[in-house]
């Protein structure tokens, strides 16, 4: 499984930005998709994550309101849309998706959002 993630970028806070997340391969390996993040100095940390067949998803606290993932089974693409986006959303976002037995084995690039204050 490939993941190549896109969209991010410099934004000023309270602005937008959609990340992207194609997935080719053994696509049937996935039964879910999540973003994480990394800020710089900072462990990585889960943000949100979506069921590639039902389309349930779950949010971190912190972006809870704010941030929605979806995805586009015909295109194998997960987006994550972020809004009133603040200085403390700056980080490398990563895709990854989620095997059956419920790890994470699968890594995108990371694309990187800043934030401006």
């Known amino acids: 499984v490939q993941l190549q993630a896109s969209g991010g970028g410099l934004v000023q806070a309270g602005g937008s930005l959609r990340l992207s997340c194609a997935a080719s391969?053994?696509?049937?390996?996935?039964?879910?998709m999540a973003w994480f993040r990394q800020a710089p100095g900072k462990e990585r940390e889960f943000v949100a994550t979506i069921s590639w067949g039902s389309g349930s998803t779950y949010y971190a606290d912190a972006v809870k309101g704010r941030f929605t993932i979806s995805r586009d089974n015909a295109k194998n693409t997960v987006y994550l849309q972020m809004n009133s986006l603040k200085p403390e959303d700056t980080a490398v976002y990563h895709c990854?998706?989620?095997?059956?037995?419920?790890?994470?084995?699968?890594w995108g690039q990371g694309t990187l959002v800043t934030v401006s204050s």
């Open positions: 990854a998706g989620r095997n059956l037995r419920g790890q994470y084995d699968y």
């Open positions: 391969g053994s696509i049937f390996s996935i039964n879910a």
